[in-house]
């Protein structure tokens, strides 16, 4: 066994691979996988029969997987990298995660995490993180219930020049034109796609609850249900979006969660919704008014410095435009969908917080991470909350939320979310991404040639 791993977890491991390989004989291969610092999955393929070894012993994968941009390019300031050697650390199976894919002929899945090579987490795993900030409010008897909503795209995948275009209809074949939001009749013309969809979430133990047709042609949403553990619901949705990806692409679609494929449509966003219970799985928003205001307070107070981490690349600051059903200010409201933190109409006992921030390109345990500390520090400091916001938000006077890259990195730079998520990862993350933005503003685009070329 490997050293420092105890003992009842990695019997308990073996004896879940065991049965697992039992059920399902003719595998040949197993994907395993973690999600990068973009959200991007890494990982190796390995023969179905090495998968017993590797439970006994863990698989190796360089620290510089965290380092890695947009285009897997190694970015050298993180530290990760030639200036500690490239060395590996050591990953383990997430047992919950191991399931066959349904895509793909004699094929399994599961998603590992990365630890130090004496078995402690290695900092800079994006879900090492949630572990370590969540394990920061359970010490306060405090459980997150959380939810998370993925907005996405379906495009043509003939499309030319990288162009987005919307898919024909796949009954009338007819080109989408139109935004037709909730529609039933959009959700029929691609039902097929839709029960693929659910089949391929039920083989795979993913809690897919609805699927709704969204504000622009071809945009849907898919919604993961509550879950009492924020580890397993992120597990779950960078699962989602991988099996959304594959079905798109086996009917002949593109499913993109890019923030802001169209110039006039709206854009992808990732909303999370959170409760809170205590031991015995009551909700304390429900009984405890002041506590859901330190909450409220305490992510309005962060909200500016975690736009970094729920914005993380150069398209996700196209999204944040007026009348876009995106936030440009940090306030919240009762039943108000204009607003950044949205308390949903229903039941007082499922009182509860959508944070409606995040664009659909986030990597969910980064997120997650950024939205409880910023509510384990409102609780911690008692912070006074503003005033709920009725209405039109954009006509509300709050604090405006950064809405370039490098304004949002250098708000996330030293602040306060930077320290309650760890001097480690935060500098490898900023690094990570001030890199990315380097190499972003370097670039000439096609529309500075075509206004400029010729005309200066």
């Known amino acids: 066994m490997l050293k420092h791993q105890p003992q009842e977890q990695a019997d308990s491991l073996l004896e879940q691979v065991h049965h697992f390989l039992a059920a399902h004989p003719h595998l040949e291969s197993i994907d395993l996988m973690l999600s990068d610092m973009n959200g991007v999955i890494r990982g190796k393929r390995i023969e179905a029969a090495s998968l017993e070894k590797i439970a006994k012993e863990g698989m190796c994968l360089p620290a510089s997987v965290f380092a890695l941009d947009i285009c897997g390019e190694t970015v050298e300031e993180t530290g ?9 650390r050591i990953c383990h199976i997430l047992p919950h995660s191991l399931s066959v894919i349904p895509w793909k002929k004699n094929a399994a899945q599961a998603l590992v995490t990365m630890h130090e090579v004496d078995g402690q987490p290695f900092f800079a795993d994006p879900r090492q993180l949630l572990t370590k900030t969540l394990s920061r409010l359970q010490q ?32 009338s074949q007819q080109r989408m034109q139109q935004t037709q939001v909730y529609s039933l009749d959009e959700l029929d013309e691609f039902s097929e796609f839709i029960r693929d969809i659910q089949d391929y979430c039920h083989t795979q133990n993913i809690p897919s609850d609805n ?12 919604t993961l249900q509550h879950q009492e553990d924020p580890l397993l619901a992120c597990d779950q949705a960078i699962l989602l979006k991988r099996a959304i990806k594959a079905v798109a692409k086996q009917h002949g679609y593109l499913a993109t969660f890019m923030a802001k494929p169209y110039a006039e449509h709206s854009g992808n966003g990732c909303h999370v919704h959170i409760s809170m219970l205590d031991e015995l799985g009551n909700n304390r928003f ?11 307070a305490g992510l309005l107070d962060t909200m500016p410095q975690a736009i970094a981490l729920l914005a993380p690349n150069a398209n996700s600051y196209r999204r944040f435009q007026p009348d ?27 009182t509860r917080i959508e944070h409606r921030v995040a664009g659909a390109d986030c990597n969910p345990y980064i997120v997650m991470s950024a939205l409880l500390a910023g509510i384990d520090y409102g609780i911690d400091q008692q912070l006074d909350c503003a005033e709920a916001v009725s209405g039109d938000a954009s006509k509300a006077n709050a604090p405006a939320l950064p809405t370039y890259w490098q304004q949002a990195l250098k708000t996330f730079s030293h602040s306060t979310l930077w320290s309650l998520l760890g001097e480690d990862f935060s500098h490898v993350y900023h690094a990570n991404k001030l890199s990315e933005w380097h190499r972003f503003e370097a670039q000439v685009s096609p529309l500075e040639q075509q206004w400029y070329q010729q005309m200066v």
Not at 211 to 222: D, L, S, T
Not at 287 to 296: H, I, M, N, P
Request: glycine share 8%; proline share 8%; net charge negative.
């Open 211 to 222: 699927v709704i047709a969204e504000y622009a042609p071809g945009q849907f949403e898919v």
């Open 324 to 350: 876009m059903f995106v936030p440009l200010q940090a306030n919240w409201g009762w039943d108000n969908r204009t607003v950044a933190l949205r308390i949903p109409s229903g039941s007082k006992a499922n």
């Open 140 to 171: 306060r008897g405090m459980f997150p219930c959380v939810a998370i909503e993925w907005e996405f795209y379906l495009l043509d995948a003939r499309s030319e020049n990288r162009q987005p275009q919307a898919p024909l209809l796949p009954k």
């Open 80 to 88: 990760l990298g030639f200036e500690q050697g490239d060395g590996d």
């Open 286 to 296: 429900a009984k405890d008014s002041a506590l859901l205001e330190y909450a409220l």
